[in-house]
């Protein structure tokens, strides 16, 4: 069974950086479409950027709230996926998750962001 574990969250003021991680077990990684979603307090959880497989071109899609200030990446080697967000707002406040896109696996425990002063 295909595993995610997400890292990197923690609090950070307004306009500050974070870099997340996501490690996936085997090597789903390298074929799949993957994407990172997040889920504020009391909201549904929503998509935030999105990469498709290195065999198609590695193409990039965001949510419009975090176009030009997150960069999603893979690095298949180390089956490894990362969200570097920069310019953080504190509408940015949720646990951030990874998984497929669309989602298919079971989700991990997510990372907690808090953007806050």
């Known amino acids: 069974q295909v595993q995610l574990v997400e890292s990197g969250g923690g609090l950070v003021q307004p306009g500050g950086s974070l870099r997340l991680s996501c490690a996936v077990s085997?090597?789903?990684?390298?074929?799949?479409?993957m994407g990172w979603y997040r889920q504020a307090p009391g909201k549904q959880r929503e998509s935030v950027a999105s990469?498709?497989?290195?065999?198609?071109?590695?193409?990039?899609v965001y949510a419009d709230s975090v176009k030009d200030r997150f960069t999603i990446s893979r690095d298949n080697a180390k089956n490894t996926m990362y969200l570097q967000m920069n310019s953080l707002r504190p509408e940015d406040t949720a646990v951030y998750y990874c998984?497929?896109?669309?989602?298919?696996?079971?989700w991990g425990q997510g990372t907690q962001v808090t953007i806050s002063s």
């Open positions: 998984n497929q896109w669309p989602p298919a696996l079971s």
């Open positions: 990469i498709s497989s290195a065999e198609s071109g590695g193409t990039t």
């Open positions: 085997g090597s789903i990684l390298r074929i799949s479409a």
